[in-house]
């Protein structure tokens, strides 16, 4: 077993000064230089949990990475010291660092359904690293990852090591991740945005079990996050960064209650977007009746009976944890699914179920905007080309007339006249999603289905989509039907919910009656899932509780 | 094994039957569509026409295709290939010994060219980019773009003729010593592999380098693993199945593609056997070895299809 040497002072890990660098070849330009990560310093404690939190393309991920000295992507480390152990890893040579990683240090990726080899068990994974560093025998470590797996609250633990990847849930291979970077007992695990891509209700069960795992075992972390409310719940300390460049650092009450930068506060006031609930008018725009849908010929239904009415210039909200049957209510809507029974009304008129039946009107004033704002636009096509489709198609606009109007769509989704020579690659995520609403909008839709629209984003730059489309709400008169699993995003822009579990319709109606107690168990359940800007929040939530989440 | 792959690979069998049929209906008629006649080739110029129509009544010439056809199916299940037209031999005995040196010389072309691509193909991935990687790729390349004559030639001038390590004609005998069957077929072997090797390691060094981008490759760098580690533990179980379907298109080329090789050599294989009765215009042992050339084919196809079947986990352990 490899000696470790020993820091008596309790500091774990002490990065001084780091500055980290990359090459980006922009396109038609020669390479240029790029500063990711400035002088930068952080300093852990045996034992701490120091809490990493800032926006994408702030570096958290590239800092918590240049504790094991690794570069994703041809990252070069050009500065600085990083002291683990009380050495500087950064000049210890390849075989020093295959000694830490996995030993000193271990990491916990955003997605662990990617990270897992999907042709190895996952036993073999948990506790490769443990053998690798002559930590243990196999039997004993394969006894520790049982543990472990018992630990973490994964099911069936004894057997739970014989599966592959792909036969247990999102939310259980994160939990097994952590069991893997626990498994080899190191001093240090970097979360990796650990619960970024579960559901709300799975990832208060996983962030329950790592805030536990890491207590037991007494190791240290580094918790990157771009989710303040989370991090708050199982850091010590809080490190907010922006563009590369230390923001603030403090102890978490003190970034929470005290923020004293003015970007800190930005992030703790997320989402509180003002919104005065409307009250239904006569006749709704939209009404979906009793509609049963299906995939597999009718074997799978994951549609059952859905009734809803969406009104002109409101929003209806329909939450739910993935696998719900949301997006599936789009697909019947648009007519890309059609369903096996029951109607849609829109605007007056019985909608054919099947896309092809229906009329070049009917896909006008529907419209659709996706998660995935830059796989939704074709990027050989400049942004005008983009907008000035729909104009083309629906209106038979041409040459001048077609210009201008772009040019007013592009003013009305606050971006400028110059933007439309651009392509989608040189469009930030937030703007891409800008042009999509756009070019939405080009149609003079009478409702528009927004499926996930900001979940892809980060946290300001969602806020400000949806600013944006209740101002376009107010001066278009247009419908939203809103598909989200954020319930934050919900409370901000919803004028109607509809709850879903399992393809039915739990809970229906008005915002303010929705989310007036009592409730049923789900909903209350998916309410004290959303992490609240408050210490001990985790604990008080998780104990009370009336039904475990789906995704277990 | 699972229900879902138990399924999935009989389907892949029945497939290659019906394949397999198809093909010989191919076959049949394809030379069926070829002028001249079988009787007349047999009796010669001068051959009466009353000789002739005895003769073609006895062989069943005069049925409809069909009935030949059901006919000739028939005796290749039961194991009879037919006579050759050339010799009056029976196809289905002198074909054995054929086949078996054909599938001798394939056989050990395959030993040392597949275990030796997958290596170096490694090795390309382990010093990807570097001089290593470079000079695997180009002279893998340089082999496979020179043709296996050339290749044949210039080795039985330099190794055979100048150095005399071995012979420059492979003839084997049955009841030949096993070494010196090694010796006879050592050069064959080498042309067969430098045409082989690079298609191989070209592929292996790809599927590898294709895995190698994924995020669980991440997670083995940061668990402290080597490289070669990395390589063979996470990256090429994942890269089994493209590996193998390449590796069974070229075993399929060492047993149906040998023919220049086995005239260079003058090695009695199916290749040599081809050709001579092609040049002869013998069409009941052209129709034979086409038969089993494609039976070859489709078999290796069907056990590339079922290796990459058995080894993806999705389809072996289903949730």
Known sequence: MAKRPVDRSGLLLDIRNLRIEATSYPPGEPPRNVVIVDNVSVKVERGKVLGLIGESGAGKSTIGLSSMCYGRGGVRITGGEVVLNGRDILRGGPKLLRQIRGREVCYVAQSAAAAFNPARKLMDQVTEAALLHRICSKAEAEKRAIGLFKKLGLPNPEKFGERYPHQVSGGQLQRAMTAMALCSEPDLIVFDEPTTALDVTTQIDVLASIKDAIHATNVAALYI???LAVVAQVADDIMVLRHGKQVEYGDTHQIIKEPRQQYTNQLVSVHHIPHAENNPADAPILSVKNITAAYGGGLVKVLKNVSVDIHLGQTLAVVGESGSGKSTLARAITGLLPPMEGAINFSGRTLSPRLANRTRDDLRELQMIYQMADVAMNPRQTIGTIIGRPLEFYFGMRGRERDARVAELLHKIEMGKGFADRYPAELSGGQKQRVCIARALAAKPKLIICDEVTSALDPLVADGILKLLLDLQKEENVAYLFITHDLATVKSIADAIAVMYRGEVVRYGPKSEVLAPPFDAYTDLLLSSV?????????????NRRMASAGN | MSAPVLK???????????????????IFAGTQILPGDVAQSILGQSATPQALENLRRDMGLNDPAYVRYLHWLGGILTGDLGTALSSGQDIATSLKERLWNTLFLAFWAAMVSIPLAIILGLLAVRYRNGFVDKLISGLGLASTSLPEFFTGYLLIYFVAVRLQWFPSVSTVYEGMPFGERLSAIALPVTVLTLVVLAHMMRMTRAAILNVMQSAYIETAELKGLSPL???TRHAFP????????????????????VVVVEVIFVYPGMGQYLVDHVAKRDV???????????AVYISLNIIADIVAIVSNPRLRHPK
């Open chain 1, 225 to 227: 996050t771009h989710d």
């Open chain 2, 229 to 231: 580690q990395i390589i």
């Open chain 2, 284 to 294: 009941p042992v052209v129709q034979a070895c086409g038969l089993i050339f494609a």
């Open chain 2, 238 to 257: 994942n890269a089994i199945a493209p590996i193998v379907n390449v590796v069974m298109l070229n075993l399929a080329f060492l047993v149906v593609g």
């Open chain 2, 8 to 26: 999935l690979v009989a389907q892949r069998i029945a497939m290659g039957i019906l394949l397999l049929l198809a093909v010989s209906v191919l």
């Open chain 1, 531 to 543: 992490p609240e800007m408050e210490l001990g929040w985790l604990e008080g939530a998780m104990k």
